[in-house]
């Protein structure tokens, strides 16, 4: 770290510089960390700004003890939700990381997180299902055609092999899109349906991140030995999906309690703490065991954490040095 000035990484520098495959064994590496308390979490762990009738504004960070970092992040976003446009670029980023030495205290890097906070978000998926999924499963179900599906397919498929991908979304155009966008760029058939019931049926793996206020995954569509993953901005799946799960597991309860569904569920007494049978660091790093039979419903309710952002951007901030990359801000 010996660079005068401050990194600053654009997206499209960043999308070059993170190996995808690399980027899972970070995401693993972190969640490990969170498991065994390497992580220093900011307090409170959530500022937000909220305009009205406008953009909303969070901020989030921790430092990493063993990377000797520590990272913030702030992003904008539109509370009605949906994806940017492509011309969001041309005008700058709505997720600026902002990394720090933690031993010296300086600042060393700013980068554009737009597409690496969503690479992180199927890093994480990916981590869950290779840890939660039944043996042999083949079968993926794609809830929600928008930039975090289209970040996580790639990841996916660098780890897990599909011989049939679905992908249901709101809008017929979307899915299709997404469709023809995902083949080209993985050579893999993805193929769009017109409903949530028909992707979910017979799946062996569920990916929900979509931005819908109402819950629409019925539970009799979900079949024996399923595992789903649900990262929507609210509630996905319908209330009787979280009690008829096997395991029900978080990535963080202190994080997803504040989501929407369990505020409402915890509120109301449908759900206690006690009904969630393990946080997923603690599964990764050997504390409970994960599916213990290819029988076993899993559902895991996932907010994201922000050390794996931080841990993933440190990664990018050393390669970016090695290679040269970026733009130097001088003090």
């Known amino acids: ?64 003890s063993t990377r000797q970092v520590a990272g913030i992040r702030l992003r904008a976003i539109k509370p009605e939700g949906g994806s940017r446009d492509p011309s969001r670029a041309a005008r700058g980023p709505r997720r600026i990381l902002i990394l720090s030495d933690l031993e010296r205290g300086e600042i060393i890097a700013i980068m554009d997180e737009d597409w690496c906070h969503a690479v992180r978000t199927g890093a994480a998926a990916t981590v869950a299902c290779r840890a939660l999924a039944r043996e042999g499963s083949s079968v993926l179900a794609i809830l929600g055609a928008g930039d975090t599906a289209r970040a996580t397919l790639p990841v996916m498929v660098k780890a897990m092999h599909f011989e049939e991908i679905r992908v249901a979304s709101r809008r017929p155009e979307s899915r299709q899109a997404y469709a023809r966008e995902m083949e080209e760029q993985l050579g893999v058939r993805v193929r769009p349906v017109d409903t949530a019931e028909e992707a979910v049926r017979g799946a062996d793996l569920v990916f929900s991140a979509t931005t819908t206020s109402q819950p629409f995954v019925c539970d009799e569509w979900l079949g024996e030995g399923v595992f789903v993953y649900s990262i929507g901005k609210h509630q996905e799946m319908e209330d009787a999906v979280y009690k008829n799960a096997d395991k029900f597991i978080v990535d963080s309860w202190e994080h997803c309690k504040k989501k929407s569904d369990l505020d409402r569920m915890v509120r109301e007494g449908f759900l206690t703490r006690d009904d969630v049978y393990a946080e997923l660091p603690d599964l990764i790093a050997g504390r409970k065991p994960g599916r213990e039979s290819n029988r076993e419903r899993i559902l895991m309710r996932a907010v994201g954490l922000v050390n794996q952002d931080i841990a993933i951007a440190d990664w990018i901030y050393r390669h970016a040095l090695e290679l040269g990359a970026g733009k130097v801000l001088p003090f």
């Open 1 to 64: 770290m010996n660079q005068r000035g401050v990194i600053y990484l654009s997206n499209k520098e960043v999308k070059n510089l993170l190996d995808l495959g690399r980027a899972i064994e970070i995401t693993k590496e972190a969640l490990c960390d969170h498991s065994e308390g390497r992580v220093i979490w900011s307090k409170p762990e959530d500022l937000a700004i909220k305009t009205d009738g406008g953009w909303h504004y969070w901020v989030t960070g921790c430092a990493l």
